[in-house]
């Protein structure tokens, strides 16, 4: 196995890609999983130094079908297996990444990316510091994350405060089609490494999203991209639920359900974890003067809680009640019979919404 | 790459060397050594060498050159060492009594090779070119590694243990795939070889056939743990059978035997014949770094033996005898360590110049609010007391 330059170029060109995939998509709604598996298809095409790895990425598609056809689409040098080593696969990346490859890997669930985290934490996030901005990392490291999808033991954790709370690292989570799209090209073309978190219950949520156009408006630079900002998922007036990934699709359930009772939720998609948009997040605390935030994790020392400390710092005069927090127990994930009573319903959000002192 | 893939390319080698494929994997049955501790070259049946396991002599101007980066890493180490008792540096791990093998790890690298080293690895780095204060600025105390990766084609020495090891294969690996000719020495000590990024790193280069040479010092410690608890493989050599990559032992105050173990793999490396494992077998002479108390754990009698065994007086002895050392020769050599040492000790006798504002530039290529925040506070906390 010789590999030259020329194996790097795919034989395909952006515009048969894009003309293929606007096709397939004139008349169906497109999944979660395809977004993904396009914008990853995208940027092998836009950028000869993409490599895709990682376990069962190659043959099989992924456990998850989130690199379907890009070993044969773009042959075993761009999308190929590894053995079974998270921390050699992060490892491995960083070396890549060092000698001017961008390589975006999948871990295969959440709990298996914890070999990794010495090479994530001492590395992956170190190594542009540690180099005063000589060496930087520009990597992808996607996380399949959360629950909501009867799994077992070791398949549902919501990982992302290790992440955020180590710097030098990205930490995105999209909640919606467009946006894993989007925010998976923006990771893969961001210089910094990003820890990319992929709520798997959302693999299969289906959205009428024209792929193709937004393919085309990202690379001409045009608006479709979200830049590290907090989007308004749903507008309200009355509170604010600040919520992200997987929680998203639950707090605009809730909001629905209080709409019919006359109460208008805001509600915020935070889209980027770090870096956090603290502006658009207190723009909306300090209209409605009541939030709460939403997160599917444990509550203890969680990113949930960094979010209430920082709007109780920048939106104290503007709050009419404390800032509460909806999260998951601070148990181990439960088994799949039990896990609707750990995590976030629509009902525990509205009793929430209940105890932000009305009556004052 | 199919099972009988990787099977056919261990068998197409040892072809070569007229050998099968286990012998071509398994280690020499005695340690590569070509030179007496008194510098007298060993008789040929006494080297250790065997049929596939042969290594060619180095060249007389090879050795001296080898030898000159010897002395000065030798002065290195003690300037250094020195440095940090008078306390103009924080930690230094010295790798005085292993320089023979600091010196072959990096010599035998091209302009267009990497080297991935350790804490240990001082004077491999600078053998690889990196200047002397920028080499030493992070036992300083500094937040950042000093010099430029790329510049050199030398990592970061690396403090968490072999997580480097995995770094060397991913750059081997993006050449590969730009069919680009480097070759990576990844460099690890005995301890270390029981890490599980240890196993990945050589099981992945094997996997996907990379030119990538693992280069263990096996000082016989790691701080106070003896090899015999790190491991109870017949040597560290033989793990690399396990994962279908050559193994080879040798003596690691040899200098001779390491330039001509390491010459060898360098080009089987870049010949697109796979990773390799060499095992250096030398001895930490000084404790494992100045915070150290080496008295702990073992006799200092032990110590003695290793220093009757030191790789500089024994390459001396042996360049003395073949006539290659000459007073304008020697003086040179000395003349040049010692030049080095003296822009170590300037340097460092100056006060480092690290400004606390510069802790934000780095960790993003683009400063984060919340990080823009936080250095203004520091800048104007800076500004109010310097008012
Ligand atoms: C992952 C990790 N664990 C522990 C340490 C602390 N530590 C630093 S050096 C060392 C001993 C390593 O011994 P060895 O690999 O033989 O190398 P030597 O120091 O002898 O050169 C230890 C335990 C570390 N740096 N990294
Ligand atoms: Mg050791």
Redesign the interface.
Known sequence: ?????S??NPNVSAATARAAAKAANEHQPVTFGKALNTALADSLVADNSV?IFGEDVGTLGGVFRITDGLTARFGS?RCFD??L?E??I????????????R?VIEMQFDAFAY?AF??IA??VAK??????????LPMVIRIPYAGGVGGVEHHCDSSEAYYAHT??L?VFTPSCVEDAYLMLREAID???PVVFFEPKKLYWSKEQVDLAQLAEQYEAKKSARTEGQARIARPGSDATLITYGPSVSTALEAAKLAAEEGISLEVLDIRSI???D??TVCASVRKTGRAIVVAEAQGFASVASEIVARVQERCFHSLAAPVLRVTGFDIPYPAPTLEKFHLPSAERILDAVDQLQWEA | MSTEAHADRISDVSKKFGITPEDYMLPARHMINLLNPDGTLRPEDQQGTEPGHEYPLPSPARLLEAYAALVTGRRVNDQNSALVRQGRMAVYPSSHGQEACQIAAALCLGENDWLFPTYRDTVAVLTKGVAPMEVMTSFRGEWHCGYDPKAYNCAPMSTPLTTQLLHAVGVAHAAKLRGEDTVVVAMCGDGATSEGDFHEALNFAAVFNLPVIFFVQNNKYAISVPLSQQSAAPSLAHKAVGYGMAGERVDGNDLMALMAIMTRAVRMAREGNGPLLIEAHTYRMQAHTNADDDKRYREDSEVQEWIAKDPVTRMKAYLDDAGLLTDSTVAKITADAESVAKTLRDGMNQEANTDPRELFEHVYSAKTPQLAEQQAMLVDELDREEA
């Open positions: 196995m010789t590999a030259t330059t194996r790097l490599v040098e590894t053995p080593a921390s050699g992060v490892g491995m990346a960083v070396g890549m990444a060092i000698n001017g490859m390589p070999p010495e090479q001492s590395h190594m542009r510091n540690r180099t005063q901005g000589k060496l930087n710097p030098g990205k961001s210089d910094d770090v870096p956090f603290d502006e």
